[in-house]
Structure formats: structure tokens, C-alpha cells
């Protein structure tokens, strides 16, 4: 199957740069380009692909809010943004707007990638320089949404323990480790965490976890 990708970046160099990495992979087709956040959402919108990759910083209609537009619009498009070093307040908005993934315009060609094979394929992604910076974002943050604590009711005492231990960056394998569980009994876990939450990856697991007290910065 061909991964059907847009790019939304307001610069024509970088949107080169991207394309030239994406086309080089059998599996991965640019189906489509945008300057600025308005024009990516009706590139989104018209193309419908599979991933879009979406810069912060863009004259008009940012990519935050782009990425706003699109997941508000129930397109089946996954968002992953485009982020700098200091940009973290972006991050974390975009994180709770429910984007798919990070990366970092400084991350080497294969993790660019990886990260479009892992979003498409229903994954979530935080660049691995990223997450801590998201992760701490959130000790600012005010008290625990209590309707997000309460839903923490639906889940098993195992579930939560998976949550826990995925909003702590632990992969499957890691997880199953820890936990002594088979990789597969893990990730049945984790669908059902996502499923009872109304939760599409990851991502959104790991924000869930911080938002709803579950887990605490440094704890």
C-alpha cells in the first residue's frame, strides 16, 4: 500500500528537501504541496492523504491551527507537525489538539521516514528530543481535568498500569518487560486503553495520562 502524504510548509527549500527524501521510498507518494496552513487544509481536505506534515511558523493560518481544522474536520488524515528546539508551547497546544506526531526539522531523512510509516500506520510519534520537554510542559499545567481523572474509572488495574507506563515513553517490548507479560498481550492493552478513552494513539495516551493526574512531571 502507497502512503499518500502532503506537504504544508511555507518554505519552497524545505518542501523540496522533504520531497526529495519521501520520493525516494517505494512506498511513500507526495501527492501534494501547500505555503501556508489555509492552503494546506484545503490540499487536506481535496487529497484526503494519509499524512501531513505541517510546519508551525507560517504567515495566516498556522500550522497549530491547521492541524486544529483538519482534526476538527474528522478527516481521516493523520497530522504530523514540523517543530524547532524552541518551540515548545507549540508543541504542547498541538499535542492537546490531538496531533498523530513530532519531529523535528533536524531529525536525519530515515526518521522522517519512519515517523510517516509509523503515523500512517495508525502509530503516534514524539521525537525522542521532544518528549521530555512536552512531558515537563505539563508540571505548569493547573489541577487534573477531573472528567479525564474520572474516565480513568472505565480501565482495569492493569490498563491503568500500561498507561502509565506508556505515558513514561515505554515501548511495547519495554512495557512487557517491566510487567512480565507477553509483547502481544501489551498491545492488547494498549487498544483497549485507547478504545475505552476514545483515544487514537499514543500521542494522545500520553497527554491523557498528564491531563487526567494520572501521572505527574518528576513523579
Known amino acids: 500500500m502507497t502512503i499518500r502524504v502532503v506537504l504544508v510548509d511555507d518554505q519552497a527549500m524545505v518542501r523540496t528537501g522533504l520531497r526529495m527524501v519521501l520520493a525516494a521510498e517505494p512506498d511513500v507518494e507526495v501527492v501534494g504541496e501547500a505555503a501556508d496552513g489555509l492552503e494546506g487544509v484545503r490540499a487536506v481536505t481535496a487529497l484526503r492523504p494519509d499524512v501531513v506534515l505541517l510546519d508551525v511558523r507560517m504567515p495566516g493560518v498556522d500550522g497549530l491551527e491547521a492541524a486544529r481544522r483538519i482534526i476538527a474536520a474528522g478527516l481521516p488524515t493523520r497530522v504530523v507537525v514540523l517543530t524547532t528546539f524552541d518551540e515548545d508551547e507549540y508543541v504542547t497546544a498541538a499535542l492537546r489538539a490531538g496531533v498523530s506526531g513530532f519531529l523535528l526539522k533536524v531529525a536525519p531523512p530515515e526518521d522522517l521516514v519512519a515517523a510517516v510509516r509509523t503515523v500512517a500506520d495508525g502509530g503516534g510519534l514524539l521525537d525522542p528530543a521532544v518528549t521530555l520537554r512536552v512531558i515537563e510542559s505539563f508540571a505548569t499545567a493547573p489541577a487534573p481535568d477531573p472528567v479525564r481523572a474520572a474516565a480513568l474509572g472505565q480501565l ?6 500500561v498507561l502509565s507506563l506508556v505515558a513514561a515513553g515505554l515501548s511495547n517490548a519495554e512495557i512487557a518487560g517491566r510487567l512480565y507479560l507477553g509483547e502481544a498481550t501489551v498491545k492488547t492493552h494498549v487498544s ?3 478504545l475505552k478513552l476514545g483515544l487514537r494513539d499514543r500521542v494522545q495516551a500520553v497527554a491523557f495520562a498528564y ?3 494520572l501521572v505527574r512531571p518528576g513523579g
Open 156 to 161: 482495569t488495574e492493569r490498563e491503568t498500569e
Open 192 to 194: 483497549r486503553v485507547l
Open 211 to 213: 491531563e487526567s493526574g
